[in-house]
């Protein structure tokens, strides 16, 4: 079988598949928490693996950085291979004070800058919001457990750097968004078109309005309670 950017067989990808945009980051996920890890995807180095977790099979595919990729990859899982859901797991900035580093942050719904899901949808206003049924699996989960949780807005941005002089993050915290990333606006676009579930669930790495950032090792452990979270919130 195969697509252009996955060379997976048929049946190589579980319907549930979680997807960092780093694929070092999916192959540690995959061998920290699956069991019977197989690779399947090598192209451009996006590494995919296929295991099972408490017996349920998952995969781990890498969606890079941005819109654009995350929007090939899902579409391909979804298109080519079945896929019925897609847990982003990745980094944000905080946009809100009372937010801190290690937060972990649920897409409710994600603007964006971005003007793919207005082409999706005919030159419309689409309103790009997760699935409930992820939301409120993984919400329930997290009331259980002893780190901080924020559900709500977050923006996708087309910009890492935003151009000297904009006011993007001001406006965007007087509007009550609470983290800033660069990818959930465009698979839960994806997610709608072609019947899937989406979600987005995201780690404070950085604290924008007070500058802060984690370190290489909190971000680890950090990392680590996002994980535990969604596979504890679907398959615990």
């Not at 002893?146 to 890492?160: E, L, P, Q, R």
């Not at 609470?178 to 839960?188: F, I, K, S, T």
């Amino acid at each position: 079988m195969g697509t252009s950017h996955l060379g997976g067989a048929d049946g190589d990808y579980a319907p549930t598949v979680l997807m960092p945009g780093d694929p070092l980051r999916a192959q540690y996920i995959a061998e920290s928490y699956l069991d019977d890890v197989r690779q399947v995807n090598a192209i451009r180095n996006m590494l995919g693996f296929t295991g099972t977790y408490n017996g349920h099979p998952v995969s781990v595919q890498g969606s890079g950085m941005g819109v654009p990729s995350i929007q090939i990859y899902s579409t391909e899982l979804i298109k080519d291979y079945g896929v019925e859901r897609i847990i982003r797991v990745g980094s944000c900035g905080a946009l809100q004070d009372h937010m801190n580093l290690g937060d972990l942050v649920i897409g409710l719904a994600a603007g964006t800058d971005s003007i793919v899901n207005r082409r999706r949808f005919g030159g419309r206003d689409f309103p790009a919001v997760g699935s409930w049924e992820l939301i409120s699996a993984v919400v329930n989960d997290a009331a259980g457990r002893d780190f901080a949780t924020h559900v709500g807005s977050i923006f996708t941005s087309d910009f890492f750097y935003e151009p000297e002089g904009s006011d993007t993050f001001a406006l965007l915290e007087r509007y009550g968004f609470l983290a800033v990333e660069m990818e959930a606006a465009g698979l839960y676009g994806v997610a709608a078109e072609y019947g899937a579930q989406a979600l987005t669930v995201a780690t404070v790495s950085d604290q924008i309005k007070r500058g802060e950032a984690m370190s290489p090792e909190d971000r680890q452990s950090s990392f680590d309670n996002m994980i535990t979270l969604v596979l504890g919130a679907l398959f615990g």
